[in-house]
């Protein structure tokens, strides 16, 4: 049975001139980090454009974004703030519909 959502996170990085196949290998490297977060229970790295990135995940309650703020990814995400992107700009969102997975 897949986990229902209710809460979600949009974090959006723009890549460092000259970073941009780095913060796509970052993000690729990320999704090993999730898999121990039982709590994030959606998790997508997405490309916007050239240079504009994202992470989007949900997460079945607020203990669960919460846990996710303070995990392995946001460490991550601090490190390599100014080196591969600029300042991430992250959004709290509550999910108000959702297809889950088959």
Avoid: C, N, Y
């Avoid at 090993?32 to 039982?38: A, K, M, N, T, Y």
């Amino acid at each position: 049975m897949t986990t229902q959502v209710s809460k979600a996170l949009l974090v959006r990085l723009e890549a460092l001139p000259g970073r941009e196949d780095d913060v796509s290998d970052f993000l690729a490297k990320g999704l090993s980090l999730v898999e121990g977060e039982p709590k994030t229970v959606r998790w997508f790295g997405i490309r916007f454009g050239p240079s504009s990135f994202g992470i989007f995940d949900a997460f079945p309650d607020e203990d669960g974004r919460q846990s996710h703020l303070s995990g392995e990814v946001a460490r991550a995400l601090g490190e390599q703030t100014g080196e591969l992107f600029e300042e991430p700009t992250i959004e709290q969102l509550d999910v108000v519909a959702e297809k889950q997975p088959s």
